[in-house]
């Protein structure tokens, strides 16, 4: 069936170090695949997405890349900040089903 | 515009008993989606409605189930709870069209006993 696998699921770094979260999806009729922020108490909220006919988006600190013949996608986040501590959910989507990571849980050391 | 809203927030509830959540969407979004989120297992897709139509549906057995009104507001039921259904439920809703992005509620807290 439909799975998406997201390594690490757990993360840290130092402040002012980049960090990266990949994600593997397996159905290949995926076409958008978002990112989603989820602080300790708070709603999942979207910090960037894709769709299948990119390779590459980039949002000031962060940046998302697509290999759709590997069925890959990574978030980079570059010179990270204590606020950047949270969980982090990837996803994949095609007709509005979405099939989402397992998280990641980054905490950035001061 | 107000957000996605969810009531109620928290909900304690006994096995055997069945419950029912309550999602108000964005004003203008006709899509509504349902996720339950554990510490283990993340985010699952329950399911989606789009126009009073359920769309999609993920992998839970029939005690789970929804509707949506045709104010686009939507409700999802479960019956004979069971201890596991302890979780956070997260609705979601999002225009329905291409545009596929989502907007979270801030969840309802189940406990089961």
């Known amino acids: 069936g439909e799975n998406v696998e997201q390594h690490p699921s757990t993360l840290s770094v130092q402040e002012g170090d980049s960090a990266v979260i990949k994600c593997t999806y397996s159905?290949?009729?995926?076409?958008?695949f978002p990112w989603y922020k989820q602080e300790l108490g708070k709603r999942p909220q979207l910090i960037i997405d894709?769709?299948?006919?990119?390779g590459e988006k980039k949002d000031q600190r962060i940046a998302v890349t697509l290999n759709k013949t590997a069925k890959h996608f990574s978030l980079h986040i570059t010179e990270t900040q204590p606020e950047d501590s949270a969980v982090y959910f990837c996803?994949?989507?095609?007709?509005?089903?979405?099939?989402f990571g397992t998280g990641t849980r980054l905490k950035v050391l001061a | 515009k107000a957000g996605v809203t969810q009531t109620p927030r928290y909900l304690i509830k006994t096995r055997g008993q069945q419950v029912t959540l309550s999602c108000s969407p964005i004003s203008g979004h006709r899509s509504v989606s349902w996720y339950q989120q554990t510490p283990g297992q993340g985010l699952q897709f329950l399911f989606e409605?789009?126009?009073?139509?359920?769309?999609n549906k993920g992998n839970f057995p029939g005690r789970f189930s929804g509707r949506q009104f045709s104010n686009s507001r939507s409700e999802m039921n479960v019956s004979t709870l069971e201890l596991g259904d302890s979780a956070l439920y997260l609705c979601?809703?999002?225009?329905?069209?291409?545009?596929?992005?989502?907007?979270f509620g801030p969840g309802t807290r189940l406990t089961v006993l």
């Open positions: 159905d290949s009729a995926s076409n958008y």
């Open positions: 996803a994949a989507t095609r007709t509005y089903k979405y099939i």
């Open positions: 409605y789009f126009s009073e139509t359920q769309r």
């Open positions: 979601a809703s999002s225009l329905g069209d291409s545009s596929n992005e989502q907007f």
């Open positions: 894709i769709r299948s006919n990119v």
